[in-house]
């Protein structure tokens, strides 16, 4: 379910690095506890924000949740998919869904997040 | 710091859990919020039938021969022109002609009147009612005795009936019997919060299981489903029906709100009909309209809308309309820039999303 070689944080993203890019989601988990998304708002390519940093939001029929980045980065891409088919990201969050690609400002940062045990163990827990 | 109140919950509560449903605290209650999915719930209501528990919802009964004299001053519509079986929508009004709460009157006889009124407002609109009962009246919260189910969906007819010897045909629009489901004494009224057909049906708390189950199988064939809260928004937004706290509250009249036709100002005198008179003389410099994006984004609860870069009012409820296929939503605005066709902006998350004043109800059923 939780791919082993992703890192993930406790606002339910997910980063997959590869050297200085790393492309970024929301986990399984999320898109299950948000319930139907119907409208993903994301930042244009070249956008900068820091780790933490609110970069967009995904709306469900319910609600909007802000998404906060989990590392530094500048968007390289934005998954174009998602504007015209949200509802994608309840199908497969961790694959064609995923949000953006970013250069990593600090690769480091990637390190310190949850391996994908450790991130099963916390929404067990 | 004392601890929060334990949230409230219907007899119903162990089986939402059961079936797997996500629970949210709803004003105060432990409520289902969806089971398989909003979108998917939302659809069964419109193409065939849905099953909600709407146990939260009060129950209210005034009895005793001077009953139709307390319901006639505490209530805007004219009760005195129900006859016993017959239901209406209606206002519970402060002096200042501004909402205490909506309800739905039921004449059960000459003598007894059956109020069915919002779950989070039980306690006050009890109070509020006692505190103007200078009549041969008395007041009863009867909140926790009754289980209630919404059978919602042009089957909802077809579901129930397998259950009752009731003739479901012969109850019209906003009537109700009182009769037996599933050999279970039973008040049914054709009443509903989704702009389908459908059913309202109180029984007692410990018939509530067994009731729902037997709904579920009865519905089987028509793949009925159940449905949360989440759906019943949805719902009811495209049939521009109000929710208390967002349409409506203690500081909007029904005048504003597009309810004038629940106020009747022209029979005998009720609380927050001189307001409400005086209103009217002025004018009113508010009025609810309905709106859908043309811009990216949706419009939500409590969202700032624009006329120009102006401030012009407030979104009370927004969201998607699956069945309209748009983003949609309620809000205010004043009075000369509410025509259907009226360009307005939505502030969304503090950026302007261009939308516009449509015609309402977004969505009705074919009669």
Request: charge should be negative; proline fraction near 5%.
């Amino acid at each position: 379910m939780y791919p082993e070689n992703y890192k993930y944080t406790k606002e339910h993203e997910w980063v997959n690095a590869e050297g200085e890019t790393a492309t970024i989601g929301i986990t399984f988990h999320a898109q299950n506890e948000l319930g139907d998304i119907v409208y993903v708002d994301l930042p244009k390519p070249g956008a900068t924000f820091a780790q933490n940093a609110t970069f967009g939001s995904v709306e469900s029929v319910k609600a909007v949740s802000d998404i906060y980045s989990p590392v530094s980065g500048e968007v390289l891409e934005v998954n174009s998919l998602l504007s015209e088919k949200p509802e994608k990201l309840n199908e497969d969050p961790h694959g064609a869904a995923w949000l953006i690609k970013v250069k990593l400002t600090s690769p480091a940062e990637v390190a310190a997040l949850m391996s994908a045990a450790d991130y099963q163990k916390y929404i067990g827990g | 710091m004392s601890d929060p109140a334990p949230l409230r919950k219907t007899p119903l509560n162990d089986l939402h859990r059961r079936l797997g449903a996500k629970m949210v605290d709803f004003g105060g209650w432990d409520m289902p919020v969806q089971y398989s999915g909003i979108l998917e719930e939302h659809h069964a209501v419109r193409q065939a039938v849905g099953l909600f528990d709407v146990s939260h919802m009060g129950e209210l009964v005034i009895r005793g021969p001077q009953a139709l004299n307390l319901v006639e001053h505490v209530s805007s519509n004219w009760a005195a022109k129900l006859k016993p079986g017959q239901a209406h929508y209606s206002g519970l009004l402060y002096e200042t002609g501004c909402f205490v709460d909506d309800i739905l009157v039921h004449k059960v006889s000459d003598t007894e009147f059956f109020i069915c009124v919002n779950a989070s407002n039980q306690e006050k609109d009890y109070e509020h009612i006692v505190a103007h009962n200078r009549f041969d009246a008395e007041v009863e919260n009867q909140g926790a005795q009754w289980v209630q189910i919404a059978v919602q969906g042009p089957k909802a007819q077809a579901t129930l009936q397998k259950l009752t010897k009731t003739d479901l045909a012969a109850i019209r629009y906003y009537w109700f019997a009182d009769g037996e489901v599933a050999g279970a004494p039973a008040r049914i009224a054709r009443t509903g919060y989704t702009g389908e057909d459908g059913f309202e049906v109180y029984v007692a708390p410990a018939e509530g299981e067994r009731i729902w189950s037997e709904l579920t199988v009865a519905g089987q064939e028509f793949g009925i489903r159940p449905c949360g809260l989440g759906a019943r928004n949805t719902l009811r937004l495209e049939a521009k029906m109000a929710l208390y706290g967002h349409e409506i509250d203690a500081s909007l009249t029904p005048l504003e709100a597009g309810l004038a036709w629940t106020a009747k100002l022209d029979r005998g005198d009720f609380i927050g009909r001189a307001a409400l008179l005086a209103q009217k003389e002025r004018g009113i410099t508010r009025t609810l309209v309905g709106f859908e994006m043309i811009g990216r984004g949706i419009g939500r609860d409590g969202y700032e809308v624009q006329i120009g870069g102006e401030k012009a009012g407030w979104v009370t409820s927004g969201g998607p309309g699956p069945t309209v296929g748009k983003n949609i939503g309620l809000c205010y605005l004043p009075v000369d820039r509410a025509a259907v066709g009226q360009a307005i902006e939505v502030l969304v998350r503090n950026q302007p999303v261009e939308a516009r004043v449509v015609a309402t109800p977004f969505y009705q059923r074919a009669k």
